[in-house]
């Protein structure tokens, strides 16, 4: 998974971005107006937009373009010993 992160505050012009990519897309704007995220599978990001490869550990919840208009992402250093733990049990409620 890629994220790329832009300047850009327009919507157009972050959508337009994430047609670069390859795959699935998602688009988010900052809330503070500082800025877009694009979610993407693949790509090479465009000029002027920094890229970061992720590794999703695990996942919970609602994902993709349906899910919803929010997105948290939440990193936290972990010693290199502990980080092939299994993923917590899901919490789903039946």
Known sequence: MLMWQTTAIDAEEVEALAG???GAAECFLRVDKKGGVIL?????APKG????RLTPLWSVGRFGPDAGPWIFLVGIWTPADWREEPAPPSTASF
Not at 40 to 44: N, S, T
Not at 49 to 52: N, T
């Open 49 to 52: 937009v920094a890229e970061k």
């Open 20 to 22: 670069r990519a390859r």
């Open 40 to 44: 993407c599978e693949q790509g090479k």
